[in-house]
Structure formats: structure tokens, C-alpha cells
């Protein structure tokens, strides 16, 4: 669908609508608490990341209320949304195994390394 | 004012970095957004805020430019441009030509008219049949004429806006037949009141050479050429389709300047000593030229991809 990875807050932000329509200030706050508030998303890049996923096709409005006299406008995800998404996190994911399993590896080859020196130093102490 | 109002009405005058079709959509959304996220007794936006929205403001702004340029309609645009910056140019030098015979003051020689014409009218009609060739043909014409621009103007400042409009049309011709469908799909686009407002201005433009003993001051020849470039462009965005108009008129704009510079000087009589001032004006050709340019990379690009990269980041 695309050839290259979405970035971050993007990825974040239809994560958070992947749950269900949510409006603006839903969408920070469930962002945050779902990088464990590493990543705080303001209004600026909220809307602009919005305005472009809405372009594109992959967002859409949900249903817009009034409440306390402002407008609140809820945001969903597309079908197309939840595919790229979907795409976009079995490519993380399979990057992520990748890591840990060479990860795994070269831990298990530092330790037999640090066995092998330890071998040998007992071996000159004899 | 209580300290909500104060912060509300902070946010809107920082909302006005976005375009007016962003702020329509989001604006009344966005305020609820960054009241409701602003800690209580907040009057001013914290730098943070501010940056964010600035940077988003422009962020929208560059983007819908982004989407300008990359619109469908440019290749339309720039296939009439092939046509149109031909025909402009030889109905000026045809004027010229009979002013010559009318006036008996002498026929327009070689250099001033056969060659030019040659090279204007040549690149559009070998692009009926071999576009690419045409393409390259115009190339090494706008080249021909930089060569004498470069050689004896050198770094002095002197350029001569005749030859330098002459180079800034076939430039902008090589590129209108290198990325565009080129004149078949033009004479499709343009109707007869198009060929019309084209002849008028390039008879208009040939005609500016006979004024020279009006001997205007500076201020009102400048003043006629801008009202008269206005008065062309809106009757020619009148006659085309929608989009067609703001993009063409973009890439006329880049021999426009320097033949206003032309037009000028033969108005105010003082054309020789215009000469000397001529080069300032040609830099914003130079960085539209360089807009039109990108443009025609982008086009060309997406046609060679076919697959735009909309959803990256």
C-alpha cells in the first residue's frame, strides 16, 4: 500500500482510533498513555496529521457533537486505515523479532565467549 | 476579560498561521482542544504551544502549495503554454514585420526576425509528430540565445531583455513539451477567444516598439504594462478551464518579466539606457523558473512512478 513506514505519532494516532471513534483531546490523551506518555502529541501536530491522514483517505469523521457550546468532532478509522496500520505493525512486529532473536544470539555468543576465556585462563593457572 | 478568554483569544490570533480552509475545518475544533489541554488559570500559550502551532500553521500552508504543484491539471497547463508562448512571440515579431513594410523604415533582418521566429515557431510543430525532438530542439534554441546574453553581458549587469525574453520562452517552451501532452492536447484545451487574447497581446507587445517617441516617464510605462498584463491575464483565465488559468499564468510570467522590462524601456524612450538597469528584474524569473522547473520534475516523476507515496509519515 505504501513504500515507505508512516512515522510515529502517525502510527500512534490510528492506534488510538483503532479502538473506536474518538475526538481530538481523546486522541492525546490515549496517545500518551499508550507510549506510556513518552510521546505527547499537542494540537498543532494533532490537526496536521489529521488534515493529511483525512486527505489520504485513511481517517474519516465519525459524528461531530456540541458540547459545554464547542464543537467536538469525532474521528474514525477507514477501511483502507486499518489496513495500512495493520500492514504497518506486522512490519514493525517482524522487525522486532528480527531484533530480539539477534539479540538473543549475540548474547548467547558473548557468554560462550566469557566461558571460553574463563576455560582457558584456568587452564594456564594449571 | 477572564483568564479563559484571554487564552482563547491568544490561540485564535496564533491560529491565523494556518490557511483559511484549514482554520474553517479545524479552528473551532482545535481552540476546544487546547482549552481543555491548557492547565487552569493559563492567559498565554507557553512557548511550546506556540511553536507547535506556528509549525503546524505552516506545515498546512506548505502543504496545500505541495498540493498546487502536484495538481493534474499542470500538464494541461503547461501543453497550452506550448502554444500559447509561440503564438504571443510571432504575432509580436509579425507586427515588427510590418511595420517594416508599412512604414518603409526597412524589413526586419535575419537576427531580428526570421531566426527568432524560426526558433519559437519550430519546436511546437515538429512536437505534433516528435515531441521529445521538439522538446530538445527548443533546449538548444533557449541555448543559442544565452550564448550571446552570457557572452557580452558578462558580469557587468547589461543584458539585453529582448534576447533574454527570447531565452526565457524557448526555456519554458522546452519544458511545457518535455513533461506536458503537448500542442495535439493544447488545441483540444483552447478555444477561439484563447488564440484571440494570445494575438492581442503579442500584437500589443510588437506594437510597444513603435511607441518609443512617447517618451513616458518611468512610473506610468510601468503602470500601463501591469495594468495591461492584469487586463491579459484575467481575459485569458476567462477563457480556459478551471485550474488551467493560475498555473499557466505562472509559467508566463517567466518571459513576461523580462518583455515588461522590454516594454518599458521602449515606452519611457530611454530603451538603451534601460538596457544597463535590466538584470535585477530578471531574478524573479529566474526563481519562478525554478518553481516551474521543480513542478515539471514532480510531474514527471509521478508519471514515471504511478504510485504516489501519499500515506508515508
Given at each position: 500500500m505504501t513504500k515507505?513506514?508512516?512515522?510515529?505519532?502517525?502510527?500512534?494516532i490510528l492506534t488510538a482510533l483503532a479502538a473506536g471513534p474518538q475526538h481530538g483531546y481523546g486522541i492525546m490523551t490515549d496517545v500518551a498513555s499508550i507510549s506510556?506518555?513518552?510521546?505527547?502529541?499537542?494540537?498543532g501536530t494533532l490537526y496536521a496529521a489529521l488534515d493529511r491522514l483525512r486527505a489520504d483517505g485513511v481517517v474519516d469523521v465519525d459524528r461531530e457533537e456540541i458540547v459545554d457550546g464547542r464543537l467536538r468532532r469525532y474521528y474514525k478509522l477507514t477501511p483502507p486505515g486499518a489496513q495500512l496500520l495493520a500492514a504497518e505493525a506486522a512490519r514493525l512486529s517482524a522487525n522486532a523479532k528480527a531484533a530480539t532473536n539477534r539479540l538473543r544470539r549475540h548474547a548467547a555468543g558473548a557468554a560462550g565467549m566469557v566461558r571460553a576465556a574463563g576455560a582457558a585462563m584456568a587452564r594456564g593457572a594449571a | 476579560m477572564n483568564g479563559e478568554g484571554a487564552l482563547e483569544r491568544r490561540f485564535r490570533r496564533l491560529l491565523a498561521w494556518y490557511p483559511a480552509e484549514h482554520r474553517r475545518t479545524y479552528a473551532e475544533e482545535m481552540i476546544g482542544v487546547l482549552l481543555a489541554s491548557a492547565p487552569s488559570g493559563r492567559k498565554r500559550p507557553?512557548?511550546?504551544?506556540a511553536l507547535d502551532l506556528i509549525g503546524g500553521g505552516l506545515q498546512a500552508r506548505l502543504r496545500r502549495l505541495g498540493t498546487w504543484f502536484a495538481d493534474p491539471s499542470w500538464p494541461d497547463a503547461l501543453a497550452v503554454g506550448s502554444v500559447a508562448l509561440p503564438v504571443i512571440v510571432l504575432t509580436s515579431l509579425a507586427v515588427n514585420y510590418l511595420q517594416g513594410v508599412v512604414t518603409w523604415y526597412g524589413l526586419a533582418g535575419l537576427s531580428d526576425f526570421y531566426l527568432p521566429a524560426l526558433a519559437i515557431a519550430l519546436p511546437p510543430l515538429l512536437a505534433l509528430r516528435y515531441r521529445p525532438a521538439a522538446a530538445i530542439a527548443a533546449l538548444v534554441a533557449a541555448g543559442w540565445f544565452t550564448f550571446p546574453l552570457v557572452k557580452y553581458s558578462g558580469l557587468s549587469g547589461y543584458f539585453?531583455?529582448?534576447?533574454?525574453?527570447?531565452?526565457?520562452?524557448?526555456?519554458?517552451?522546452?519544458?511545457a513539451l518535455a513533461v506536458s501532452p503537448g500542442p495535439r492536447r493544447a488545441l483540444v484545451i483552447m478555444g477561439?477567444?484563447?488564440?484571440?487574447?494570445?494575438?492581442t497581446a503579442g500584437a500589443a507587445l510588437g506594437f510597444a516598439s513603435l511607441c518609443y517617441h512617447w517618451a513616458l516617464p518611468t512610473w506610468l510605462a510601468a503602470l500601463l504594462v501591469i495594468a495591461f498584463l492584469s487586463a491579459v491575464a484575467t481575459w485569458l483565465a476567462a477563457t480556459l478551464p478551471r485550474q488551467v488559468p493560475s498555473r499557466l499564468l505562472l509559467?508566463?510570467?517567466?518571459?513576461?518579466?523580462?518583455a515588461a522590462v522590454w516594454t518599458v524601456g521602449y515606452l519611457t524612450g530611454t530603451y538603451a539606457a534601460f538596457l544597463s538597469y535590466t538584470l535585477p528584474y530578471l531574478?524573479?524569473?529566474?526563481?519562478?523558473?525554478?518553481l516551474v522547473a521543480a513542478m515539471a520534475w514532480k510531474v514527471r516523476r509521478r508519471e514515471a512512478t504511478k504510485l504516489p507515496d501519499k500515506l508515508a509519515g
Open positions: 515507505s513506514s508512516i512515522q510515529e505519532p502517525t502510527f500512534l506510556g506518555d513518552r510521546v505527547r502529541l499537542r494540537a | 507557553s512557548p511550546a504551544e539585453d531583455p529582448l534576447e533574454a525574453g527570447y531565452c526565457a520562452a524557448l526555456l519554458v517552451e522546452a519544458i477561439w477567444r484563447t488564440w484571440l487574447v494570445l494575438c509559467v508566463l510570467a517567466i518571459p513576461a518579466g523580462p531574478a524573479p524569473d529566474l526563481l519562478l523558473a525554478c
